[in-house]
């Protein structure tokens, strides 16, 4: 109990710009941590070949899917609890944590029934070319069994991290990359460079991801003394009435989420797409510059998502000064370390590339892709900081509205525009230009709340 009121009053007391560091750093560090997994099965399909790695990019966009459900979910569930948390009204936090968990597993068994069912046709509308598709269905149905765990440890991970159990979350994504790794090279003796490895290993992963998740759930909610679980008398005529307005709060919250993750799956098809039609090798180098800039780009996900308890906490306590300080602190902190992030990604490119290209026409243009995404770099904390603002602040409509700018308002129009203009280089440049348009657009939002409240 004593953690418990530490942690509260260091959220609505304490020193603003110490919390925005302590909460950044396991957020920050764990966002980069979850998307370099991505960059695993990239590592270990260029040991089998381009065709493998183009294969490996087209099913990324089921990856990005789960993704964007599972943050729809649980950080629509996790600005909710915050604020609950904030209140101190653990029973309603409890619910909602609840809630989170049985909508995601109800909505991760239709997922894999469908994308089990549907895969000829999935791969298809990816994108995926003649070349890479055995390579790509053999990987795909094994990301297709693991959507029911991916979904949970996401949803999991981002209510811990809504709790303040920022360390907890952080672990249990590098369980998955300890896992993944590990189960690639003790298969290499049984499967060689197969892709039935690689989906065996990426599925053993997610399955120990969200098992650790969920064991450091249950023990946060015991020590805060949250009710999670329905008693006997629940689980029969009052079950779905207690438990389907904290749902749909949910997903009414948790909107901005999937509009930020679900334009980046849409985004993700069509470039795959547009690359396909130029060549494999397009696409392989595509594949391997987006994960290596998500990963990048992730220390501004991970900052923002950082500053998310500590807004939600103090706007719950109604402190809204304190909110005010905590997201001007973020951005100062946060584009500083993107500037850095963007120098250093700028001029270790052809490093970090190496590991995932062994052809030398996908390196140079990885490279090429790459250099370029970094230049947009020192932009895009402050668009995700006014998302993460808005959202912390149960502003659901706005928050949408500036979640669907990156990934869908600004880079799908500038995509087929810079493509009928410029062809492969107008593919390069769609996602740095649409960052800078992005955090343009996202100056008025910013303005226009703190003047109202000021």
Same mark, same amino acid.
């Given at each position: ?443 008025? #939002?910013? #303005? ?7």
């Amino acid at each position: 109990m004593g953690k418990q009121r530490e942690l509260f009053e260091g959220m609505t007391n304490g020193s603003i710009g110490k919390q925005v560091v302590r909460l950044s750093l396991p957020g920050m560090f764990g966002a980069v941590v979850a998307s370099f997994w991505n960059l695993i099965d990239s590592f270990y399909g260029a040991q089998i070949g381009e065709e493998a790695v183009a294969g490996i990019g087209a099913v990324f966009f089921v990856v990005a899917l789960v993704q964007a459900l599972g943050y729809w979910l649980g950080m629509g569930a996790g600005s909710i609890l915050s604020k609950e948390l904030g209140k101190q009204d653990k029973k309603s936090a409890g619910e909602m944590a609840a809630s989170a968990i049985f909508a995601s597993i109800i909505l991760g068994i239709i997922l894999t029934i469908i994308g089990l069912i549907f895969s000829k046709q999935i791969l298809q509308f990816a994108g995926v070319r003649k070349e890479s598709y055995e390579y790509a269905i053999v990987y795909y149905r094994y990301i297709a069994i693991g959507i029911l765990p991916s979904l949970l440890a996401y949803v999991l991970g981002n209510i811990l991290r809504s709790m303040g159990k920022m360390n907890s979350a952080l672990f249990g994504t590098m369980v998955m990359i300890a896992v993944d790794i590990i189960a690639n090279e003790a298969l290499k003796n049984y499967l060689g460079k197969d892709m039935k490895k690689l989906g065996l290993s990426a599925l053993m992963s997610q399955s120990a991801c969200f098992f650790v998740l969920f064991i450091a759930f249950i023990l946060a909610a015991k020590k805060m003394k949250l009710s999670i679980f329905p008693k006997k008398e629940e689980l029969k005529d009052k079950f779905f009435k207690k438990y389907s307005k904290p749902v749909l709060n949910m997903i009414k919250m948790g909107s901005p989420s999937l509009f930020r993750q679900g334009t980046g799956s849409v985004a993700v098809v069509m470039l795959n797409k547009l690359a396909g039609n130029y060549s494999t090798n397009l696409q392989a180098a595509i594949s391997v510059s987006s994960k290596l800039s998500l990963v990048l780009f992730s220390v501004a996900v991970g900052i923002a998502q950082g500053m998310q308890p500590l807004i939600g906490y103090n706007y719950g306590a109604g402190k809204w000064e304190r909110v005010k300080k905590a997201f001007l602190t973020t951005v100062l902190y946060g584009t500083g370390c993107m500037i850095l992030v963007a120098v250093a990604g700028y001029f270790f490119s052809p490093v970090m590339t190496s590991f995932f290209a062994d052809d030398g026409e996908v390196q140079r243009v990885s490279v090429k892709i790459l250099r370029y995404q970094c230049m947009a770099f020192p932009f895009v904390l402050f668009a995700n900081a006014v998302n993460m603002l808005y959202q912390a602040l149960q502003k659901p409509v706005q928050a949408s509205i500036i979640a669907s700018f990156r990934q869908g308002v600004c880079f799908l129009p500038l995509l087929f525009i810079l493509n009928n203009i410029w062809q492969e280089k107008g593919i390069f440049l769609a996602q740095p230009l649409s960052d800078v348009v992005t955090c343009i657009l996202c100056i008025p #939002f910013a #303005f226009n709340l703190f003047h109202k409240n000021d």
